[in-house]
Each structure stands twice: as structure tokens, then as C-alpha cells.
């Protein structure tokens, strides 16, 4: 429920502003997507950011009810804490049967599985720990390469070339190649 241009919810500084869309302008975004739908399995799930903001439980409260009734399948619960107070008192004051609520603890990770799971949270997005994870992997492979003028002590540390064959799908480019290259 940001305006646009959204900046990213977990930037830190007293320069960072997380402005968010008038209550009834968000609501009527939820509404034509909900309007528009084509596929009975697509779903609107209506990201909620006043935790970002800096507003409070009752605005969150407010923002999330009024996007549910707008016809939201799912609300996204959002915070940049480093503990999951906010989630935890939001998860505590929903009313569940309006809809299943999201949440992402990129930032409220030591929170156990199973507190997420007592509050009754529908879904957990692990956000960016694998693209986190590959730049670290990245950045040390580089440095070690840097350092080293060579592959050799990293060649057994990395994905074989046949795994990325795999993922981009190269068996389909194959059967794509012997059906369209003349």
C-alpha cells in the first residue's frame, strides 16, 4: 500500500520516507484486480506496510480490514523490526476468518517456526536468504579467485556446468533446436 515510487521497506535512515496510499485508493486497486480477474486461482494478496511506516497496531488494523472487505484473498503483514512484536500483536488482534494472513521475517528470523505457527499464519515468505546467500557465495568465490589467479581451489565448491544446463532447461532448447534449426 505504498506509493509509487516504492522504495524498499527494510532501507534505514532518518532520509527514508515509506509514504502509503490513501486507505480508499488502495481499496480500489484491490477492487479492479479483483474485478479484472480472469483465473479463479489468482489470488490478490494486499501488502500492508504501516508497520514500515511507523504508524501503529489500530492503523494497521484499519488498513488491513478495509483491504480484506475490498475483496483482498490474503493480507501480507509486513515489519522491520528485529523482533516480531509487531507481527505477534497484529497475528493476536486479526480476525482470521477475513482473511489468511502472509507474513516475511527477513528481519524477525530468530522467531521460532512454531510462534508463527501458533498465531496462525496462513503463509511465511523466506524472502531473500538464497539470493543473499548466493552473493555471499559470489563475493567470496571472486575474492578467492582474486587472491588465488586460479580456479583450482574452488572448482569443487561450485555448481557443475551441467546443473546450470539443467536449470535453464536445456534438455526443452534441444527438442527446440532439432524442431526449429534448419
Given at each position: 500500500?505504498?506509493?509509487?515510487?516504492?522504495?524498499?521497506?527494510?532501507?534505514?535512515?532518518?532520509?527514508?520516507?515509506?509514504?502509503?496510499?490513501?486507505?480508499a485508493?488502495?481499496?480500489?486497486?484491490?477492487?479492479?484486480?479483483?474485478?479484472?480477474?480472469?483465473?479463479?486461482?489468482?489470488?490478490?494478496?494486499?501488502?500492508?506496510?504501516?508497520?514500515?511506516?511507523?504508524?501503529?497496531?489500530?492503523?494497521?488494523?484499519?488498513?488491513?480490514?478495509?483491504?480484506?472487505?475490498?475483496?483482498?484473498?490474503?493480507?501480507?503483514?509486513?515489519?522491520?523490526?528485529?523482533d516480531?512484536?509487531?507481527?505477534?500483536?497484529?497475528?493476536?488482534?486479526?480476525?482470521?476468518?477475513?482473511?489468511?494472513?502472509?507474513?516475511?521475517?527477513?528481519?524477525?528470523?530468530?522467531?521460532?517456526?512454531?510462534?508463527?505457527?501458533?498465531?496462525?499464519?496462513?503463509?511465511?515468505?523466506?524472502?531473500?536468504?538464497n539470493?543473499?546467500?548466493?552473493?555471499?557465495?559470489?563475493?567470496?568465490?571472486?575474492?578467492?579467485?582474486?587472491?588465488?589467479?586460479?580456479?583450482?581451489?574452488?572448482?569443487?565448491?561450485?555448481?557443475?556446468?551441467k546443473?546450470?544446463?539443467?536449470?535453464?532447461?536445456?534438455?526443452?532448447?534441444?527438442?527446440?533446436?532439432?524442431?526449429w534449426?534448419?
Amino acid at each position: 500500500d505504498k506509493l509509487f515510487p516504492k522504495t524498499n521497506s527494510l532501507l534505514e535512515g532518518d532520509d527514508i520516507r515509506q509514504p502509503l496510499a490513501p486507505i480508499a485508493e488502495f481499496c480500489g486497486k484491490i477492487d479492479a484486480c479483483k474485478q479484472s480477474q480472469t483465473d479463479p486461482a489468482f489470488q490478490v494478496v494486499a501488502r500492508v506496510e504501516a508497520f514500515i511506516a511507523g504508524w501503529g497496531l489500530d492503523a494497521v488494523l484499519e488498513r488491513s480490514h478495509a483491504y480484506a472487505d475490498a475483496g483482498a484473498d490474503a493480507i501480507l503483514m509486513h515489519s522491520k523490526r528485529g523482533d516480531s512484536s509487531e507481527i505477534e500483536s497484529f497475528m493476536n488482534a486479526w480476525d482470521h476468518s477475513k482473511a489468511p494472513v502472509v507474513i516475511v521475517p527477513t528481519k524477525y528470523y530468530t522467531t521460532p517456526t512454531d510462534d508463527i505457527r501458533k498465531w496462525g499464519t496462513s503463509m511465511v515468505i523466506w524472502a531473500n536468504h538464497n539470493m543473499r546467500a548466493a552473493v555471499s557465495a559470489m563475493q567470496h568465490t571472486s575474492n578467492t579467485i582474486y587472491a588465488e589467479e586460479s580456479l583450482v581451489s574452488i572448482e569443487g565448491n561450485v555448481a557443475p556446468v551441467k546443473e546450470i544446463f539443467r536449470i535453464q532447461g536445456e534438455d526443452e532448447l534441444r527438442v527446440a533446436e532439432k524442431k526449429w534449426l534448419r
